[in-house]
Nanobody, 128 residues
Framework: QVQLVESGGGPVQAGGSLRLSCAASGRTFNSYAMGWFRQAPGKEREFVAGIRWSGGYTYYADSVKGRFTISGDNAKNTVYLQMNSLNPEDTAVYYC?????????????????????WGQGTQVNVSS
């Protein structure tokens, strides 16, 4: 069984930084892409950032571009999200996801349907 586990979330003041981590456990697998999504209360889950291992391409939502940086280790199916200049609008549960079929990598890295493995999420609360 494959599991993704997020860590690094918690409370932070506006303007501060957090670094989220997502590590795979259980059965070994190969992913084509991994990404981060978030969901705030009363809102739909939205794409935050993604990384396509082939070529090392990264993708960001406009709302976080220039503030967040995604990185990872393909061999370990591990991904990180460095979040700087946080504001209250960034408050949400952050989920990491992995694409082991090449769907997100080839078609829509920003679309949740391209990912087949998901973590349980980690809460990020940015206070003003």
């Amino acid at each position: 069984q494959v599991q993704l586990v997020e860590s690094g979330g918690g409370p932070v003041q506006a303007g501060g930084s957090l670094r989220l981590s997502c590590a795979a456990s259980g059965r070994t697998f190969n992913s084509y892409a991994m990404g981060w999504f978030r969901q705030a209360p009363g809102k739909e889950r939205e794409f935050v950032a993604g990384i396509r291992w082939s070529g090392g391409y990264t993708y960001y939502a406009d709302s976080v571009k220039g503030r967040f940086t995604i990185s990872g280790d393909n061999a370990k199916n591990t991904v990180y999200l460095q979040m700087n200049s946080l504001n209250p609008e960034d408050t949400a549960v952050y989920y990491c996801a992995a694409d082991t079929y090449g769907r997100a990598a080839v078609l829509t890295p920003s679309g949740p349907n391209g990912y087949n493995y998901w973590g349980q999420g980690t809460q990020v609360n940015v206070s003003s």
